[in-house]
């Protein structure tokens, strides 16, 4: 199983960035597919997740700015970000577990590399 997350860069503020987490070696239409997000000596925090069914969730600071959507034909589960801030700057990770979604890190079985998203004033 491997999952893969790309689409972070360097953007400023009031910017738009979509991070990709592409799957394979799993029946990804089964799993809820997390994003996180961490920043040193912070633990990762929940950012938005998605469900098999396609019903989502966000934290709450990033409702209204950041879209989550899945194409299960492709693999892959998509974080649309808009209205960056330099808040927003963080190493972001997707992450897939079988059933329901999580806010918790720890229910998640597989990562993602992670991909670096930064944020300038």
């Known amino acids: ?4 997350a790309y689409g972070g860069g360097l ?20 799993y809820a597919v997390g994003w996180f997000r961490q ?18 969730y966000y934290e ?3 409702k209204g700015r950041f879209t989550i959507s899945r ?11 808009n209205s960056l801030k330099p808040e927003d700057t963080a190493a972001y990770y997707c992450a897939a577990k079988p059933g329901s979604y999580s806010t918790s890190y720890s229910l998640y079985e597989y990562w993602g590399q992670g991909t670096q998203v930064t944020v300038s004033s």
């Not at 199983?1 to 893969?4: A, N, S, T, Y």
């Not at 953007?11 to 089964?30: E, H, K, M, Y």
């Not at 920043?39 to 396609?54: M, N």
Request: aromatic content about 8%; proline content about 2%.
């Open 1 to 4: 199983v491997q999952l893969q």
């Open 11 to 30: 953007v400023q503020a009031g910017g738009s960035l979509r991070l990709s987490c592409a799957a394979s070696g799993l029946t990804f239409s089964r």
């Open 39 to 56: 920043t040193p000596g912070k633990e990762r925090e929940f950012v938005a997740a998605i469900t098999w069914s396609g019903s989502t």
């Open 60 to 62: 709450d600071s990033m």
């Open 71 to 81: 194409a299960n034909a492709k693999n892959t589960v998509y974080l649309q970000m």
